[in-house]
């Protein structure tokens, strides 16, 4: 049977799909031509910014960091140019550690590079470029560079190098830049500088490189570079240079630094030397000291520990938080309270048999059988313990503690670094507050206030604080901020401003009161039975001087001998003293920890550092000790050891009864 098609219907069925084919096209090409007006149009602007964007780069430019200069330009922390050797984990084709091997080939690493490698890439993102080698040689860079392609995620970058030419001088002062740890960025972002601080890999770690950071970083420039699409730059469009950071102009004299260095030797101790007027830091010595340049790179395990573990400290920053009695040093300031509460007059005087008595205690003169009659004068110059255990017991340690606040003992000096510890300056309070869980042994006894009238007991003050007391009484009660950089000069402009440019405050003090203290320390070098009489002897100058000598432990009513004690045991001798006496240019405060007497150890320094100061006069250096015959020369010390001495302790020398201060 034979069929016949149906053309119409067959035409109507496909003029249908045809039609529906056809509006699937204009339904398609109208969701392209919306999305073309949507990315074209209504996202012009935004796509045209990221289109910018992947061809325009924005390439930091890291501000050169400023100088730091003593007050007489002598530069103390520069920058200076050099290649390293750095890897990128992320990008490495290969183990590390054969990389690593292979590049030994090439250039110079020591075991030391690959410790401190291994700890940086620690504290390092995997994207981020870790140095393996700093400050490589013309040499080394020509080889490298030959080899660059067989270590791909390895490269020589250009860098500025923080460098301290004085290295050990004045460590504690200016302190050290180190890279940027994962807190320190987290509190840059916090801070909202992050910014600032894009292609910036170091920040002040210590001293006034960290406390001045905001100054010394300067501001980030940057270049905007137009590159391919594979990230490889053609030409730079624009660039706002960086601004350099503000150079710092320290109040240090660094060559009064160096002499007070030297007069210490191996021994443990501190320095701060002021200049009265104006809160100039002249001297800030801590000893031991360090080597900055150590910590630049990031210091090596075995150099770490050398210096964390060394019994010395020599990373304590012994002025600014080293905690001592200051013995007899007190002395002047508690005859000074005495005049202006009151409680004594110049003429004064009592008869000193050796000992005091206080609710059946006796308390020992350092002088066996008294000093005889004693007044004010003489209670400074000879320095008589008993006048003033009489003393404090009348004037009551409430008395004592309110006056001594006034010249900032027990407080916050401010001096421009961080970490400054108050100390403490014993009261009712305190005591009561320091023993809270024990009421009986937080209760003030007369005896407590005997120690304290001596400068003993419970008394913890910094070489700051006693320092910056002195340095207000040589300024008739005025006070002024200490501080160690003067000047910060702007690195862009060159302008320069004054850190302390008035004094803080001054003290209500009589004018004959402070007159008369002067004249007591004056005695001190000056009459022959002075405690500081032979160390000042023959000098081209009139000082004003206070010895002092701190026990470190107590006797429990025992002689103290030296020789049966352990060395870090051993009192602590002091210093202090300002001069010229009439017209006061410095005022100091030292201790040498752990030597015996004030005198014989602590005032020979001052005499030193006031010989330099006043007279321009050094030192003559020390005469190198000839060996026995046939015997081997002494073999050098290694640098870690130089960085931490091991302190070899004298024994004290004979000293006159009335010099034992």
């Given at each position: 049977m034979t069929e016949f098609k149906d053309?119409?219907?067959?035409?109507?069925?496909?003029?249908?799909?045809?039609?529906?084919?056809?509006?699937?096209?204009?339904?398609?090409?109208?969701?392209?031509?919306?999305?073309?007006?949507?990315?074209?149009?209504?996202?012009?602007?935004?796509?045209?910014?990221?289109?910018?964007?992947?061809?325009?780069?924005?390439?930091?430019?890291?501000?050169?960091?400023?100088?730091?200069?003593?007050?007489?330009?002598?530069?103390?922390?520069?920058?200076?140019?050099?290649?390293?050797?750095?890897?990128?984990?992320?990008?490495?084709?290969?183990?590390?550690?054969?990389?690593?091997?292979?590049?030994?080939?090439?250039?110079?690493?020591?075991?030391?590079?690959?410790?401190?490698?291994?700890?940086?890439?620690?504290?390092?993102?995997?994207?981020?470029?870790?140095?393996?080698?700093?400050?490589?040689?013309?040499?080394?860079?020509?080889?490298?560079?030959?080899?660059?392609?067989?270590?791909?995620?390895?490269?020589?970058?250009?860098r500025l190098f923080r460098q301290y030419p004085l290295g050990e001088t004045a460590s504690h002062v200016i302190g050290y830049i180190g890279r940027i740890n994962q807190r320190e960025a987290d509190q840059l972002e916090k801070d909202g500088v992050d910014a600032n601080y894009n292609g910036t890999e170091h920040i002040g770690k210590e001293g006034v490189e960290k406390k001045y950071e905001e100054y010394l970083h300067g501001t980030t420039g940057y270049e905007q570079v137009e590159r391919t699409a594979g990230g490889r730059a053609i030409r730079t469009l624009s660039r706002t240079p960086p601004t350099p950071g503000s150079n710092l102009i320290l109040s240090i004299d660094i060559e009064l630094q160096k002499v007070v260095e030297e007069a210490f030797g191996e021994n443990r101790g501190a320095l701060v030397a002021i200049e009265p007027a104006t809160g100039?830091?002249?001297?800030?010595?801590?000893?031991?000291?360090?080597?900055?340049?150590?910590?630049?790179?990031?210091?090596?395990?075995?150099?770490?520990?050398?210096?964390?573990?060394?019994?010395?400290?020599?990373?304590?920053?012994?002025?600014?938080?080293?905690?001592?009695?200051?013995?007899?040093?007190?002395?002047?300031?508690?005859?000074?309270?005495?005049?202006?509460?009151?409680?004594?007059?110049?003429?004064?005087?009592?008869?000193?048999?050796?000992?005091?008595?206080?609710?059946?205690?006796?308390?020992?003169?350092?002088?066996?059988?008294?000093?005889?009659?004693?007044?004010?004068?003489?209670?400074?110059?000879?320095?008589?313990?008993?006048?003033?255990?009489?003393?404090?017991?009348?004037?009551?340690?409430?008395?004592?503690?309110?006056?001594?606040?006034?010249?900032?003992?027990?407080?916050?000096?401010?001096?421009?670094?961080?970490?400054?510890?108050?100390g403490v300056r014993p009261s009712k309070e305190w005591k009561a507050q320091r023993f809270r869980k024990n009421p009986r042994a937080g209760k003030w006894v007369g005896g407590d206030t005997i120690s304290i009238s001596i400068g003993q007991g419970f008394n913890t003050y910094s070489m700051i604080q006693l320092a910056h007391a002195v340095s207000t009484l040589a300024n008739n009660g005025v006070v002024m901020k200490p501080h160690l950089v003067k000047i910060i000069e702007d690195g862009a402009t060159r302008q320069r401003t004054l850190t302390v440019p008035k004094e803080t405050r001054r003290i209500p003090l009589k004018q004959e009161n402070i007159d008369f203290i002067k004249h007591t320390m004056v005695g001190v070098t000056q009459e022959s039975y002075g405690t500081g009489h032979r160390a000042f002897?023959?000098?081209?100058?009139?000082?004003?001087?206070?010895?002092?000598?701190?026990?470190?432990?107590?006797?429990?009513?025992?002689?103290?001998?030296?020789?049966?004690?352990?060395?870090?045991?051993?009192?602590?001798?002091?210093?202090?003293?300002?001069?010229?006496?009439?017209?006061?240019?410095?005022?100091?405060?030292?201790i040498v920890e752990n030597v015996g007497f004030g005198a014989s150890f602590a005032a020979p320094i001052a005499r030193k550092a006031l010989d330099y100061y006043l007279l321009g006069k050094r030192p003559a250096p020390p005469k190198p000790k000839e060996p026995a015959p046939g015997a081997a020369p002494a073999a050098p010390k290694p640098a870690a050891q130089a960085a931490a001495p091991v302190v070899q302790a004298a024994a004290p020398a004979a000293v006159p009864a009335t010099m034992k201060e």
């Open positions: 053309n119409d219907r067959e035409i109507h069925q496909f003029r249908l799909r045809l039609t529906a084919l056809v509006g699937l096209v204009f339904i398609c090409f109208g969701l392209l031509v919306a999305r073309f007006v949507w990315l074209q149009v209504l996202q012009h602007d935004k796509f045209a910014l990221q289109a910018e964007g992947n061809r325009i780069a924005l390439v930091p430019i890291v501000p050169n960091r400023g100088l730091i200069v003593d007050r007489n330009g002598v530069v103390l922390a520069r920058n200076e140019s050099g290649y390293t050797l750095e890897i990128t984990p992320s990008k490495l084709e290969a183990n590390l550690e054969s990389v690593i091997d292979e590049l030994s080939k090439l250039v110079t690493i020591e075991q030391r590079d690959r410790r401190r490698f291994k700890r940086l890439l620690e504290e390092s993102r995997s994207f981020a470029s870790v140095p393996l080698r700093t400050r490589l040689t013309d040499d080394e860079v020509a080889r490298f560079t030959a080899q660059r392609f067989r270590f791909p995620g390895v490269e020589v970058q250009a100039d830091v002249l001297a800030y010595v801590s000893r031991p000291g360090y080597d900055p340049n150590l910590f630049v790179d990031g210091i090596d395990t075995q150099n770490w520990n050398e210096l964390n573990t060394s019994l010395d400290r020599p990373l304590m920053n012994r002025p600014l938080q080293g905690g001592y009695p200051p013995g007899s040093t007190f002395k002047p300031f508690m005859a000074l309270a005495a005049l202006e509460l009151g409680f004594r007059k110049p003429s004064d005087g009592i008869r000193d048999p050796g000992f005091y008595m206080l609710g059946g205690h006796r308390f020992n003169d350092d002088k066996p059988g008294g000093h005889g009659y004693v007044d004010m004068y003489k209670s400074v110059v000879e320095s008589c313990d008993t006048y003033y255990y009489q003393l404090g017991n009348e004037m009551g340690i409430d008395n004592i503690s309110n006056f001594m606040k006034e010249f900032g003992f027990g407080e916050l000096t401010g001096i421009d670094l961080e970490h400054e510890k108050a002897a023959g000098a081209g100058y009139i000082s004003a001087g206070k010895t002092g000598t701190a026990q470190v432990i107590g006797l429990k009513g025992q002689k103290y001998n030296a020789n049966a004690i352990d060395e870090r045991h051993r009192d602590n001798a002091l210093y202090v003293a300002f001069a010229p006496a009439d017209n006061p240019k410095i005022a100091l405060a030292l």
